[in-house]
Structure formats: structure tokens, C-alpha cells
């Protein structure tokens, strides 16, 4: 069971059909994350999710969607890991 210390809640806004994927770093206290596939049947959202999880060298499992699945702004959950963990891996990001 997690603490509340190891999970860290962040705000995300997607482009999705981009040219490529990747993070672009934090924008407006959002962290800026496109990915090449379309918003169909979640797969954006797994390709987010998977992102993520390869930036901060844990496994996508460890990466969930809880708000905004259907939206380009997004709120992801990631256990296992601090928030300070998080700001110190993207300045400026809100957690």
C-alpha cells in the first residue's frame, strides 16, 4: 500500500496526432506531452502514460489517468514516486 508521500498528482495538456512523441517540458504549470496517435479507444492516453513513465524510469503501471480522459488537459497520478521527486525532474510544475 502507498503512502500519500509516494504518489504525486500532476497536471498535463496533450496534443494528440503530433509528429512524434515527447515531453516538451512544463508550460503554464502544465507539463506539455504529445504523442503521434490519435485520441482513439485511450490509446493516447496509454501513449501519455508511457511517456511519463520512461521520463521518470518507472514502469507505465505505476502511471494512471485519473481526470480528463476524453480531454487534451489531463490529471495523472504517478505511485511510487514524491512530488518533490516530480518538481525536481520539471521546474515550474504545479503537484
Given at each position: 500500500?502507498?503512502?500519500?508521500?509516494?504518489?504525486?498528482?500532476?497536471?498535463?495538456?496533450?496534443?494528440?496526432?503530433?509528429?512524434?512523441?515527447?515531453?516538451?517540458g512544463v508550460v503554464d504549470g502544465h507539463l506539455?506531452?504529445?504523442?503521434?496517435?490519435?485520441?482513439?479507444?485511450?490509446?493516447?492516453?496509454?501513449?501519455?502514460?508511457?511517456?511519463?513513465?520512461?521520463?521518470?524510469?518507472?514502469?507505465?503501471?505505476?502511471?494512471?489517468t485519473i481526470r480528463g480522459a476524453r480531454s487534451?488537459?489531463?490529471?495523472?497520478?504517478?505511485?511510487?514516486?514524491?512530488?518533490?521527486?516530480?518538481?525536481?525532474?520539471?521546474?515550474?510544475?504545479?503537484?
Amino acid at each position: 500500500m502507498s503512502r500519500p508521500d509516494d504518489r504525486a498528482r500532476i497536471p498535463v495538456r496533450v496534443t494528440p496526432r503530433a509528429g512524434r512523441d515527447g515531453i516538451d517540458g512544463v508550460v503554464d504549470g502544465h507539463l506539455r506531452v504529445r504523442v503521434a496517435v490519435a485520441p482513439i479507444d485511450g490509446a493516447a492516453n496509454a501513449a501519455v502514460e508511457r511517456l511519463i513513465g520512461e521520463a521518470l524510469g518507472i514502469p507505465p503501471s505505476s502511471v494512471a489517468t485519473i481526470r480528463g480522459a476524453r480531454s487534451r488537459s489531463k490529471v495523472i497520478v504517478i505511485i511510487g514516486i514524491s512530488p518533490a521527486t516530480i518538481t525536481a525532474r520539471w521546474p515550474g510544475l504545479v503537484v
